[in-house]
């Protein structure tokens, strides 16, 4: 069975990829302020494992919000660099590279700390697997990190150091601007390796 993982280049997806090694990445530049940075990361990774890599171009910033598109967040917005239906267009746009290629199962980086977003729960998982199963080709969809904090993914990945170097987890540009979610989570998540704990929880 094909495999397809969507990359975005952050700790999280590079992890996955580290540990599940699928026959395809696929990176997708949707207009977000760090595509680039993101594309590089993940070129990097794919090269390290001996992944065929996919780059997808398509610009959807105009329907953006927040930090990832550079304008105000949305009103319906739980966080600052919440972007609507972010997941959903970007499992729609994997599955479509993903058809021709003959991949059956589309996987995607969430982790334990992604069900504060609607779009990184379990029931959300389980409605686009659902819906894509139903369509052409009958893909899955699903997060094998889905119960796993950041750390213990990248431990159980067996992720090196020099590796995970390359994580790209900012969400306001391709050089990290250190004052994000994206980039605090970053420094936190390398606090808590080092220090050789996870927190609780």
């Known amino acids: ?117 609607q779009d990184g729960t379990i029931q959300f998982l389980e409605s686009m697997n659902a819906l894509l199963s139903l369509q052409e080709g009958g893909m899955t969809v699903s997060a094998p990190a889905i119960d796993m904090t950041t750390p213990q993914l990248i431990r159980h990945a067996g992720v090196p150091k020099n590796i995970l170097g390359w994580a790209h987890s900012c969400h306001k540009a391709n050089v990290a601007c250190a004052n994000c979610r994206g980039c605090n989570k970053y420094f936190e998540v390398l606090y808590e390796l080092d220090g050789g704990m996870d927190r609780p929880g």
Not at 20 to 48: F, M, W
Not at 65 to 72: E, Q, R, V
Request: with cysteine.
């Open 1 to 117: 069975m094909r495999t397809a993982l969507l990359l975005s280049g952050g700790m999280d997806s590079l992890a996955v990829a580290w540990w599940k090694r699928p026959d395809h990445c696929i990176t997708i530049d949707y207009g977000q302020l760090a595509a680039e940075a993101e594309i590089t990361a993940s070129k990097v990774i794919c090269e390290k494992l001996g992944i065929e890599h996919h780059v997808i171009s398509v610009d959807c910033r105009s329907m953006g919000s927040g930090d990832m598109a550079g304008t105000p967040p949305d009103g319906y917005a739980p966080a600052s660099d919440w972007w609507p239906y972010r997941n959903q267009m970007l499992l729609t746009f994997a599955a479509m590279k993903a058809l021709p290629l003959g991949v059956k199962a589309i996987w995607i980086g969430s982790v334990k700390s992604d069900k504060s977003h």
